[in-house]
């Protein structure tokens, strides 16, 4: 079972870019094969390259949020054509910093599921949520959440003991190499 990061269950677009992660095995990606992206929002193999390209280019306004940069020009274009499939969605412009203004278009039932996910990665991005934004410090960690507490610094309980593991094995090394 995979514990949410904190906002996660505000945002999801925050749930779609963490559905790329960092487990004990190594990186897994929720959304790799029509059946797990089907159990995640009920794509069909044909959509999942666009849901996918959606999580790339959210990932992108985050992270650049995140790092105070400016993000890649194509992947603020594909969450606005994403976010375009719905009646009234949001268009995000980046100037000295993201601005959120609003389009008119018709919505479709997958175009109107990524509409969704597109038109709350504005919302986040541009909105409140977008200061609490931070990448998980665990070492390989690639998720994001929403920093809630001043002291949080992982995206999960288990990030956390990761670290907390790998720095105590790293005092019982140097311990026992400065012993000797």
Same mark, same amino acid.
């Given at each position: 079972?995979?514990?949410?990061?904190?906002?996660? $269950?505000?945002? =999801?677009?925050?749930?779609? #870019?963490?559905?790329?992660? /960092?487990?004990?095995?190594?990186?897994?990606?929720?959304? +790799?094969?029509?059946?797990?992206?089907?159990?995640?929002?009920?794509?069909?193999?044909?959509?999942?390259?666009?849901?996918?390209?959606?999580?790339?280019?959210?990932?992108? /306004? /985050?992270?650049?949020?995140?790092?105070?940069?400016?993000?890649?020009?194509?992947?603020?274009?594909?969450?606005?054509?994403?976010?375009?499939?719905?009646?009234?969605? =949001?268009?995000?412009?980046?100037?000295?910093?993201?601005?959120?203004?609003?389009?008119?278009?018709?919505?479709?039932?997958? $175009?109107?599921?990524?509409?969704?996910? +597109?038109?709350?990665?504005? $919302?986040?991005?541009?909105?409140?949520?977008?200061?609490?934004?931070?990448?998980?410090?665990?070492?390989?960690? #690639?998720?994001?959440?929403?920093?809630?507490?001043?002291?949080?610094?992982?995206?999960?309980?288990?990030?956390? $003991?990761?670290?907390?593991?790998?720095?105590?094995?790293?005092?019982? #090394?140097?311990?026992?190499?400065?012993?000797?």
């Amino acid at each position: 079972m995979v514990t949410a990061a904190p906002g996660e $269950d505000r945002s =999801p677009a925050l749930a779609l #870019v963490n559905t790329w992660r /960092l487990t004990a095995g190594g990186q897994v990606d929720d959304l +790799a094969t029509p059946e797990s992206a089907a159990a995640w929002l009920g794509v069909a193999e044909a959509e999942l390259g666009r849901l996918t390209d959606l999580r790339t280019a959210v990932r992108e /306004l /985050l992270g650049a949020l995140a790092e105070g940069r400016v993000p890649a020009p194509d992947a603020v274009e594909s969450v606005n054509a994403a976010a375009r499939a719905d009646a009234a969605a =949001p268009q995000l412009t980046w100037g000295e910093g993201p601005v959120r203004s609003w389009r008119s278009t018709r919505p479709g039932s997958f $175009d109107a599921a990524l509409a969704a996910l +597109a038109r709350d990665a504005i $919302d986040v991005v541009s909105g409140e949520l977008g200061l609490l934004v931070r990448p998980c410090e665990a070492h390989g960690c #690639v998720r994001y959440f929403l920093r809630e507490h001043a002291r949080r610094r992982w995206c999960s309980t288990t990030c956390g $003991d990761r670290v907390r593991a790998a720095r105590h094995q790293r005092l019982v #090394v140097e311990q026992r190499e400065g012993s000797r």
